[in-house]
């Protein structure tokens, strides 16, 4: 930092890490080592323990990074690393539209590669265009690994067999291929020179802590070089913010859990904060921080401070917060129009608002953010929300699912949410079908599935119900009967002759209804149809042979105009190829006479 700067530092506020990827990779572990790292490394109170957040200060980076890290070379104050892994809490922490979270973590187990949250969280991530890198870990899993605890990654590298060197560079190469197939431009860490345009793979290990020195100078120097300008706050403002949870607390009652990234909240502040309905605007009543862990043995697990200022994570105390949803703005009134802040609120809601179409489906989603993700990825898959809401399946989401025309409509989409017990027994009597996951890229893939389905029985009610072409041959000297009805053997050249069907005759273009099929004979059985290539025998009630009918005779079973239309755009691809190209034969016949005829 140059000594013309006089920029007062505490204006800068610390970057917001989220930490992301597959369930089992390593998150939670990855998170509770860096936290024991700083604990170990610093004096006691050293790293503050916020609500869903832990502050990790800058000396102490430096400490635990070693070489790594040059406490001159930076001026942010640290990082706070948001303590709720996965990107479901991740879409939740939302700022002004965009997400939260400066900076993340992507953790990818080297030996399971990438899996259905990875590709999520890498969704997530480019749609909030959110920079990040990838902690690919575990790597002391490799078989042969000879463990230097809480060593950076070149130190422990060095002191492995070749084999083991191997293997391991073969795992992270396959990261980063898996990157590049998403579009990710990625390589090793060392070798990324602008973090802006390519993503840096660490490899680390959370059990041993290898790696872990420098993931924290990497997401310290990314923080430093590229989010400078983000970071500079008004510290003494009125706070901003972004509710995490809602939650019951003993003794508070409803509270909710925020992350400040903009200003500072006081003890006595009016707030207004994102409800289910409309802006909810009421009082402080405390402000609560987790008590220190040696003083844990007094009644509250909490301790009321009289301000913090961000970034940090804070629990509120105060009343009418029942409304209050997981993902909504909290703002600071102090000093300005109420109404002006209720206004902010609102458009902020408003743009993480999603559109709903007079028709579709339901859906309901644990948090503003993640209803957004939804949202998009139904944008994308091209199905259509008629509701979409914050918030457990209840019985009167059954009720508007219900309403739907279009049965494949009837559905309601649950993301990390619950169904209501009374919900669940009203769908089942209503027909609406419940879909829930906790990947949202599953949910729709099982919903696609269910439409699919539908489409597939749809169709095949329809072709039950309609006149399947054929061409067929009346062969010489199979004459059974000459007329009522008239039997005769014939070959089926192409398509299915159906029992009851109309038969028809062309002379020259012009179609001549000549009877009705009145049974089918396959070698002295009765059958109802007759597919492409069979000889049978039909009755054709109507004509007498040697006048309506000859031997040799081409004959077409007749398709009333409709059927024709629905066959030739709808069924071309359900019905086999032979009937198509009766099909088409029938159709060049009917419009060399009517150039519209089934269109
Ligand atoms: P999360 O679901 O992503 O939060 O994963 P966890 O942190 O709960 O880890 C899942 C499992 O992997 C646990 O049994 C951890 O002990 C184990 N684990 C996590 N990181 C490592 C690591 O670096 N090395 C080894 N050997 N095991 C790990």
């Given amino acids: ?265 006081k003890a006595d502040d009016t707030i207004v904060v994102g409800g289910q309905n409309d802006p909810i605007v009421t009082e402080v009543r405390a402000l609560l921080q987790p008590r220190p862990l040696a003083e844990i043995r007094t009644e509250s697990r909490f301790e009321k401070v009289d301000e913090v200022s961000a970034a940090s994570g804070i629990k509120i105390a105060a009343p009418e917060l029942g409304d209050a949803m997981a993902g909504a703005p909290v703002r600071v009134v102090r000093d300005r129009p109420l109404e002006d802040v209720i206004q902010e609120v609102r458009a902020e809601l408003a743009d993480i608002a999603v559109d709903t179409a007079e028709e579709g489906v339901v859906v309901k989603a644990d948090t503003l953010g993640s209803l957004e993700a939804m949202a998009d990825a139904l944008d994308e898959a091209e199905v259509p929300i008629v509701r979409a809401e914050v918030g457990d399946v209840a019985p009167r989401d059954i009720s508007v699912a219900s309403t739907a025309e279009d049965p494949k409509q009837q559905a309601i989409l649950g993301f990390n949410v619950d169904v209501l017990s009374d919900a669940k027994q009203r769908a089942e009597i209503e027909d609406v079908t419940l879909f829930t996951d906790e990947v949202i890229y599953q949910l729709i893939e099982e919903y696609e599935d269910h439409i699919e389905a539908i489409e597939r029985e749809q169709q095949d009610t329809i072709l039950e119900n309609i006149v399947r072409p054929a061409r067929f041959r009346i062969l010489p000297d199979h004459t059974f009967r000459q007329n009522d009805p008239a039997v005769v053997g014939v070959e089926v050249n192409s398509g299915t002759v159906q029992n009851n069907a109309n038969v028809v005759k062309f002379e020259g273009n012009e179609p001549d209804r000549v009877g009705q099929v009145k049974g089918i004979q396959e070698q002295g059985e009765d059958v109802d149809e007759a597919r492409a290539g069979n000889r049978v025998s039909v009755a054709i009630d109507g004509p007498t042979v040697g006048r309506q009918i000859e031997e040799d005779d081409e004959l077409w079973i007749e398709i009333p105009e409709k059927h024709a239309k629905i066959l030739e755009q709808e069924l071309a691809s359900e019905i086999p190829g032979d009937e198509l190209e009766a099909l088409n034969m029938y159709l060049d016949k009917q419009r060399s006479r009517d150039p519209f005829w089934g269109k």
């Fill in 1 to 265: 930092m140059s000594n013309t700067d006089t920029r007062d530092p505490t204006s800068l506020r610390t970057p917001i890490v989220a930490v992301l990827g597959h369930v089992d990779h390593g998150k939670t572990s990855l998170l509770d080592k860096i936290r024991g790292s700083a604990v170990i490394e610093g004096e006691a109170g050293a790293i503050t323990q916020h609500i869903g957040a832990t502050a990790v200060p800058l000396d102490i980076i430096s400490s635990i990074a070693g070489d790594l890290v040059d406490p001159d070379d930076f001026d942010l104050p640290g990082l706070l690393f948001i303590d709720t892994p996965g990107h479901h809490s991740f879409t939740t922490l939302r700022s002004r539209g965009g997400a939260l979270a400066d900076i993340a973590i992507l953790v990818v187990d080297v030996n399971d590669g990438f899996q259905p949250q990875t590709l999520e969280a890498l969704d997530i991530l480019k749609r909030s265009q959110t920079p990040f890198i990838v902690a690919a870990n575990k790597i002391d899993t490799v078989p042969g690994w000879n463990a230097n605890e809480d060593s950076p990654i070149n130190d422990t590298y060095e002191s492995q067999s070749d084999r083991v060197r191997s293997r391991l560079d073969e795992s992270l190469y396959e990261i980063i291929g898996n990157l590049s197939d998403e579009e990710f431009s990625a390589d090793l860490y060392w070798r990324v020179q602008n973090f802006q345009r390519n993503v840096g793979v660490v490899p680390v290990s959370a059990m041993t802590g290898e790696g872990v020195p420098d993931l924290l100078t990497v997401m310290m120097g990314l923080s430093q070089r590229y989010m400078k300008e983000e970071m500079e706050i008004d510290v003494a403002g009125p706070g901003v913010g972004t509710v995490l949870e809602v939650k019951e607390e003993k003794g508070f009652g409803k509270t909710i859990d925020i992350v400040l990234y903009d200003g500072t909240i």
